[in-house]
Structures are given as structure tokens and as C-alpha cells.
């Protein structure tokens, strides 16, 4: 049994070295998959009917096991951040059917695991150091779980369903209660063709009155929630939609002109922040740049005319870069930014493929865009 010394964050703080945390951490870095294969294996080994709980493919749920470690080491002498992520942790694992007594099981696994793949230079004291922040982690997850005055889902019903393009769909639904979330954030969604397998999506509209939810959805050649989404689901079918997160939000703060670069479906939360821009008549000059290989790829071009249209003060910039005939912006939308006068005053925020965010980050900061002025999510499909 893992026991729990001090049961918040102030007592992680007094029982664990985060020196200690960090610096073992380093023993298991670029060994993900191997740890992360270990660590379900031992799990569902000793404690079979775990395995229910978690969806038929774990390819994914294994990157995120580990990513989600690594996010509490480095928030570990960040009380505030630390908080925040053990509860959002906490209300997510409850959607998969996690209670509190689930929790000891996988510390079981997780000291296992650590013990193992650290090998000769696991010592007593990372022992110790890494039994406490797991004991004092787990209650806080639990805690935040129970506490939550949200349910663990909401039941959703599909109201439209637009096929944009062969992969690509546009589906509104319409939760059973209302779901609170901002412009930019994302939820995941679970189908009934695959049970306990969730995947995050980011809603394409500003929070409404009739609280429907947007999102824009591309099958990917190995996306099982992706492909159910865009080819097999129909008006009226059920989906199930987690807690909102994600923190690619407007600053309440902030009056500077917004940029917003998007590639592909990663357009779907930027509409939202453009769509919450314009309903608060916020009047701060927005530039949007759009990324896609083809003309034909512009799924929702559309859409977004009118909205400039109608919005004095937004400006709609389409990219293409595999499409030789488009009359237009032609190349990769991080690669045109320099085309454009001076970003350095703007709030920027990015979505898209991890690649392109991470070039367009890039860029960005080459033109004088301060880091705290550059804002996106890392969303795990």
C-alpha cells in the first residue's frame, strides 16, 4: 500500500527533493515506449481487470502515460502550475471509470517500473522522493475527481454532420447539459464504435446561448475515433465529451492586434477566438493565415469569407502549397510570415500538425514576437 504523508500540494512540497525527482528523472528519458510498455504490462499483469478500462489500442495511451509524467516532474516546484495539472489529470482519468482505489495500483506499477529501467543507479532516496510525490499526486487526482461539481462526461447528441472533404467532416452537437469551456479550448470525444478510446478535439465555435459545440474532424489513415467520426457517424447519434482544457485563450488583458496561423483542421480553435473577438466587439485588427496544400483543402474558406465580411477589422489570408495553379499565397504558411509587416506587437496563437506549430513558433520568435506573446496547445491525437 502507497500511504499519503500530506495530502496536498505544500506537503509535496516539504516531503519530496524536486531536485531528486528531476534529476532521476533523466534515467528514463528517450526510453518512453519501452518504460511505458513496461509499466501497462505490469499493470494489467497483476491486476487484470484494469485492462477495461482503457481502449483495445494503446499505442497512444502510452505516449500520453509518459508525457503526462513528465509534466508533473517539471511543474513539481511549481506549486500553482502543479495544482492545476493534478486536477485537470484528476478529472480526466475519471471519465475512464479511475477511482481511488485504482490509484494504488498503479503506484504499484509506476515504483516498479522506475525500480526496474533505473537499474544500478536507482537508490533508497529516489525511492522515497518518487513514493511520496506518487502517494500526495494520486489523493490530489482523486480529490479533484470527487469534488468536481461536473460529471465525469457529457452525453452529446450529433445535430449536423457536413462533409467538407473525403477526410473531413463538420459535426455540431448538442450536449445533454451544459458544457462550460472558452474559446480555444479543447474536449475529448468518445464514439460508441470504439468504448473507453477518447481523443481530443478542439471546439470550432465561441461559447452559445443553445450551448451546441462545433468541431471540425479529420479521418486519419490510422485515427480509429477520426475515421468513426467523419464516415460512420449520423444525425442523431450519441457521443460521449470529456472536460474542457487547453489554455490557447485571448488574454482579458491584452489590446494588441491578434495573429492566428492554422494549418489544416488546427484552424478549428482559432475560428472559436476569432468568433469570441467579434461577439465581444473587441475591434482588435486580426490577421488570420490559413495553411493547406491544395485550394481544395480550404475546407471552411467559405465560413470564413463571410465572417470578415462582416467584421471590418479581420483579415482572412488562405496559403497553399502544392497547388501551382492557386491564385493566391503560394508556400508553407510558416514561411510566409515574413512576407508581412511587423508581428513583434501582435498576441500570436498557432495551431496545426506538431511540426508546423513548432516551426511557426520558430519563425515567430525570429521576428521579435515575444515568447509570452505566442500562444498554442499541445494536443496528443
Keep these: 500500500m502507497i500511504e499519503v ?39 494489467f499483469a497483476e491486476n487484470p481487470h484494469l485492462r477495461a478500462l482503457f481502449p483495445p489500442a494503446m499505442n497512444g495511451q502510452r505516449d500520453r502515460f509518459f508525457h503526462a509524467i513528465r509534466e508533473i516532474v517539471w ?16 478529472r480526466d482519468h475519471h471519465k475512464f471509470g479511475v477511482t481511488r482505489e485504482h490509484y494504488d495500483a498503479m503506484g504499484r506499477a509506476l515504483l516498479a517500473t522506475l525500480r526496474k529501467f533505473g537499474g544500478d543507479a536507482w537508490t533508497a532516496e529516489m525511492e522515497c522522493s518518487w513514493r511520496h510525490a506518487y502517494a500526495t499526486a494520486a489523493h490530489m487526482m482523486a480529490e479533484a475527481a470527487e469534488e468536481s461539481p461536473l460529471p465525469p462526461w457529457w452525453t452529446a447528441e450529433v445535430v449536423e454532420h457536413e462533409l467538407r472533404r473525403p477526410d473531413i467532416a463538420a459535426l455540431t452537437v448538442r450536449p445533454g447539459s451544459p458544457l462550460p469551456y472558452r474559446a480555444g479550448q479543447y474536449v475529448t470525444v468518445q464514439t460508441a464504435r470504439w468504448p473507453w478510446t477518447w481523443r481530443p478535439y478542439s471546439v470550432a465555435n465561441a461559447p452559445r446561448p443553445d450551448g451546441l459545440l462545433r ?113 493566391g499565397l503560394h508556400g508553407l504558411v510558416p514561411d510566409v510570415l515574413d512576407r508581412f509587416p511587423d508581428w513583434s506587437r501582435h498576441d500570436a496563437y498557432v495551431a496545426g500538425p506538431p511540426e508546423m506549430i513548432q516551426r511557426t513558433v520558430t519563425v515567430l520568435d525570429e521576428l521579435g514576437v515575444p515568447a509570452d506573446h505566442i500562444h498554442h496547445d499541445r494536443i496528443d491525437r
Aim: charged share 25%.
Design 5 to 43: 504523508i500530506e495530502p496536498t500540494v505544500g506537503g509535496l512540497m516539504k516531503s519530496v527533493n524536486p531536485r531528486i525527482i528531476k534529476e532521476s528523472f533523466a534515467l528514463f528519458e528517450g526510453r518512453e515506449e519501452d518504460i511505458s510498455g513496461y509499466f501497462y504490462g505490469r499493470l
Design 75 to 90: 511543474s513539481i516546484d511549481s506549486p500553482g502550475t502543479l495544482s492545476t495539472l493534478l486536477s485537470r489529470l484528476g
Design 215 to 327: 468541431f471540425h474532424v479529420r479521418a486519419l489513415p490510422a485515427g480509429w475515433v477520426g475515421g468513426a467520426l467523419v464516415r460512420h457517424t449520423r444525425i442523431g447519434d450519441t457521443l460521449l465529451l470529456g472536460h474542457a482544457a487547453g489554455t490557447m485563450t485571448l488574454d482579458p488583458d491584452s489590446d494588441r492586434p491578434i495573429l492566428c496561423v492554422a494549418g489544416g483542421t488546427g484552424l478549428a480553435p482559432l475560428k472559436a477566438l476569432v468568433e469570441e473577438a467579434v461577439e465581444k466587439d473587441l475591434r482588435r485588427d486580426i490577421h488570420l493565415l490559413l495553411g493547406a496544400r491544395t485550394e481544395a483543402d480550404l475546407y471552411d474558406l467559405p465560413d470564413l469569407r463571410a465572417l470578415e465580411e462582416r467584421t471590418p477589422w479581420l483579415r482572412v489570408v488562405p496559403v497553399v502549397s502544392e497547388d501551382p495553379s492557386y491564385d
